[in-house]
């Protein structure tokens, strides 16, 4: 259902609104493999990311819908070699209790924008779990395109997490 999206609002995050992104994160990282990370990060940590991309001028969004925060996207470095000066890495989450309202294609599809204009040619995702069919799927449909399997690349709640890895040309 789609009923919902004219009411989402995309934004530059600012400092006052991580406690809720970090609740949203908070979620995925405690009880799924979506993401990696085995602990939530402390709200500081969480900071210092928003810093390490805003300081390099890269995109830190947020949705809101009804003013209340539904989901974030980030762009980061991929790599500091200077020759990846063109590619880019992405990361998004949107709540678990708003999905398939069409929040994460307004955020990676602003994300997506903002990247290509400031002169970045690719953009990687890189999705924690073969199973991750939603995420996969979600990334297809904004013009990703599968380039790889890292198989049992982590090891989480006890079991090895492939990682799959999309592209797509800005
Ligand atoms: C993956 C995720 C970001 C998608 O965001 P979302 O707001 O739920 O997705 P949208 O409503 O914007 O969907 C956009 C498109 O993605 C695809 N999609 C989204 N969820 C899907 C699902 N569960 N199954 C299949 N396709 C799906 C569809 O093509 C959809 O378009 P449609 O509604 O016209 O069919 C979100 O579900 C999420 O945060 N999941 C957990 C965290 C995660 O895996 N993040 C990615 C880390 S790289």
Request: net charge positive; aromatic share 12%.
């Amino acid at each position: 259902m789609r009923s919902k999206k004219e009411n989402i609002v995309i934004s530059d995050a600012k400092a006052g609104d991580f406690p809720e992104i970090l609740d949203i994160y908070t979620y995925y990282v405690a009880n799924t493999t979506v993401s990696l990370e085995e602990s939530p990060p402390a709200f500081e940590e969480m900071l210092k990311r928003w810093k390490d991309s805003t300081d390099k001028s890269l995109p830190y969004l947020v949705a809101k819908i009804d003013g209340r925060i539904v989901g974030y996207a980030y762009a980061f470095q991929y790599r500091p070699r200077t020759a990846y000066r063109f590619t880019i890495e992405e990361s998004v989450y949107v709540s678990k209790d708003h999905q398939g309202l069409g929040v994460g294609h307004s955020l990676l599809f602003d994300l997506i924008k903002q990247c290509k204009e400031k002169n970045y040619k690719q953009m990687l995702a890189v999705i924690a779990g073969a199973d991750n069919l939603a995420s996969i799927a979600f990334h297809k449909n904004l013009g990703f395109k599968q380039s790889g399997v890292l198989e049992k690349f982590g090891f989480k709640f006890n079991k090895w997490v492939d990682t799959v890895l999309m592209q797509k040309e800005l």
